[in-house]
């Protein structure tokens, strides 16, 4: 099996162009070539690149020769590393059917998944694998996967910026993007991209951001009192009962009603916190009965939501507590913003 080995180099007036090197020419370079380290370059063979490929608004590349020679310098001529981008919006992705096509993208991290370690008949053994979720000025979000030691290593936090150089489209259930191993990632970067993204992202601040993928919010709930709630539990016969106060569907006549109870994601400019919202609040919030939603499936549900209240804008009132040693959030009231009142509050402190 041969060997590839490619990295992107940029001159003093911050023209990129990719340098590629095979088999032998791989072991030669590979250990040399570091990030922001400064080289000298002499007798490649100058190539057409494919952009399909590549970011680069270079229309040429630099494959290496057993004449290559790659030399770092002691003193770098450049000024500080500079990173250019070539940003492609959300919105222009979701007709773009040409999977593998490598971008590069900047987003508002929403979501951020735990490492889990997945098979890979590419390399042959498990690997490291994150999947997080950003979003842009379209309010349309993308699921990114990241492999190995960049998933190992992210720091990003929700409600950040990210920049990401060379992610590649991929449609395989649904468009996604994927990281590889040319993917350079950047969190906060200093580019004015970024600042107006920020800007905007804090003058729009959009309050929720996600919901659970998992779980249906509605629930059997025990019809005993205001007081007991509960959700039903079923018995080895399958009959429904409450552990909780001990109802039990064959010995009484009051029948069983839908609860809500669900979990959204929500955010202001200081950072993100999940919440849990039970019964009347969700149906304030969807514009649904319990009864309604019951009907759902889970996709349903997620649709409703997306277009409803995502990216909607709420004041909450919630109550803070502790469940074993976590922080619990739970909602107590959700309104809608009411600007109208909100300008004649801020006349009045003129």
Same mark, same amino acid.
């Given at each position: 099996?041969?060997?590839?080995?490619?990295?992107?180099?940029?001159?003093?007036?911050?023209?990129e162009?990719?340098?590629t090197?095979?088999?032998e020419?791989? &072991?030669?370079?590979?250990?040399? $070539? %570091? *990030?922001?380290?400064?080289?000298?370059?002499?007798?490649?063979h100058?190539?057409? /690149?494919?952009?399909?490929?590549?970011?680069?608004?270079?229309?040429?590349?630099?494959?290496?020769?057993?004449?290559?020679?790659?030399?770092?310098l002691?003193?770098?001529?450049?000024?500080?590393?500079?990173?250019?981008?070539?940003?492609i919006?959300?919105?222009?992705l979701?007709?773009?059917?040409s999977?593998?096509?490598?971008?590069?993208?900047?987003?508002?991290?929403?979501?951020?998944?735990?490492?889990?370690?997945?098979y890979?008949?590419?390399?042959?053994?498990?690997v490291?694998?994150?999947n997080?979720s950003?979003? &842009?000025?379209?309010?349309?979000? $993308? %699921? *990114?996967?990241?492999?190995?030691k960049?998933?190992?290593?992210?720091?990003?936090? /929700?409600?950040?910026?990210?920049?990401?150089?060379?992610?590649?489209?991929?449609s395989?259930?649904?468009?996604?993007?994927?990281?590889?191993?040319?993917?350079?990632?950047?969190?906060d970067p200093?580019?004015?991209?970024?600042?107006?993204?920020?800007?905007?992202?804090?003058t729009?601040?959009?309050?929720i951001?996600?919901?659970?993928?998992?779980?249906?919010?509605?629930y059997?709930?025990?019809?005993?009192g205001?007081?007991?709630?509960?959700?039903?539990?079923t018995?080895?016969?399958?009959?429904l009962?409450?552990?909780y106060?001990g109802?039990?569907?064959?010995?009484?006549?009051?029948?069983?009603?839908?609860?809500?109870?669900?979990?959204?994601?929500?955010?202001?400019?200081t950072?993100?916190?999940?919440?849990i919202?039970f019964?009347?609040?969700?149906?304030?919030l969807i514009?649904?009965?319990?009864?309604?939603?019951?009907?759902?499936?889970?996709?349903?549900?997620?649709?409703?939501?997306?277009?409803?209240?995502?990216?909607?804008?709420?004041?909450?009132t919630?109550?803070?507590?502790?469940?074993?040693?976590?922080?619990?959030?739970?909602i107590?009231?959700?309104?809608?913003?009411?600007?109208k009142?909100?300008?004649q509050?801020?006349?009045?402190?003129?």
């Open positions: 099996m041969g060997k590839l080995f490619r990295f992107d180099v940029y001159d003093k007036e911050f023209s162009i990719r340098i090197a095979f088999n020419d791989c &072991d030669r370079f590979f250990n040399l $070539i %570091q *990030i922001d380290q400064c080289y000298r370059i002499c007798y490649g100058v190539k057409h /690149s494919n952009h399909r490929y590549s970011t680069l608004s270079n229309a040429y590349e630099i494959h290496t020769t057993n004449s290559t020679i790659i030399e770092p002691k003193v770098s001529p450049f000024g500080p590393r500079k990173i250019i981008y070539n940003f919006p959300f919105s222009s979701l007709n773009n059917n999977s593998n096509t490598v971008i590069d993208c900047i987003g508002i991290i929403d979501s951020i998944n735990p490492v889990r370690k997945v890979s008949s590419y390399v042959g053994h498990q490291s694998l994150r997080i950003i979003f &842009d000025y379209s309010q349309t979000n $993308i %699921q *990114i996967a990241i492999w190995q960049m998933a190992d290593d992210f720091c990003g936090e /929700s409600g950040q910026i990210i920049a990401l150089k060379n992610v590649k489209i991929c395989f259930n649904g468009l996604s993007l994927s990281c590889t191993s040319m993917t350079t990632i950047t969190i200093d580019i004015p991209e970024a600042i107006q993204l920020r800007n905007w992202y804090h729009n601040n959009t309050t951001v996600s919901t659970s993928f998992k779980h249906h919010p509605a059997r709930m025990c019809p005993n205001e007081q007991c709630k509960r959700k039903l539990s018995t080895g016969e399958g009959e009962f409450c552990g106060c109802w039990l569907e064959s010995s009484s006549l009051i029948h069983y009603k839908w609860g809500l109870r669900s979990q959204f994601q929500i955010n202001d400019m950072g993100s916190i999940w919440i919202v019964g009347d609040q969700t149906e304030k514009g649904k009965t319990a009864e309604e939603i019951s009907q759902m499936t889970l996709q349903t549900w997620l649709n409703l939501f997306y277009s409803t209240i995502w990216m909607q804008q709420y004041v909450f919630i109550e803070k507590s502790i469940y074993q040693s976590k922080n619990c959030y739970n107590i009231a959700i309104n809608r913003i009411d600007t009142m909100l300008i509050q801020i006349r009045k402190l003129e």
